[in-house]
Nanobody, 125 residues
């Protein structure tokens, strides 16, 4: 059974940092697309970053480039999202998602088959 579990969310002041973790089970992490998405109240869920574990290729939304970094952990079933220079606009519920096939676009929600339950990130100004 495929399962994704996010952790690491919390409250931080603007300019601070958080690291989110996405731990997966029930599938091989050697060849999987892992994406981080977020949803703020009243807004649509949007892609933040993604990584293709087979190649290490990474993808970022323009709004987080240079501030967020997605990476694979030494424990091969974990993907991290390091978030620096956080802004109040980054406040949202953050979800990790996985697909075993390569999506046409990394930020299309419906291309991901598996989702975690989410972790809340709150940035105060």
């Amino acid at each position: 059974q495929v399962q994704l579990v996010e952790s690491g969310g919390g409250s931080v002041q603007a300019g601070g940092s958080l690291r989110l973790s996405c731990a997966g089970s029930g599938f091989s992490y050697s060849r999987v697309f892992i994406g981080w998405f977020r949803q703020a109240p009243g807004k649509e869920r949007e892609g933040v970053a993604a990584i293709y574990t087979a190649s290490g290729s990474t993808y970022y939304a323009d709004s987080v480039k240079g501030r967020f970094t997605i990476s694979q952990g030494n424990a091969r079933n974990t993907v991290y999202l390091q978030m620096n220079s956080l802004k109040s606009d980054d406040t949202a519920m953050y979800y990790c998602a996985a697909t075993l096939s390569h999506p046409l676009r990394w930020d299309v929600l419906y291309d991901y088959n598996y989702w975690g339950q989410g972790t809340q990130v709150t940035v105060s100004s």
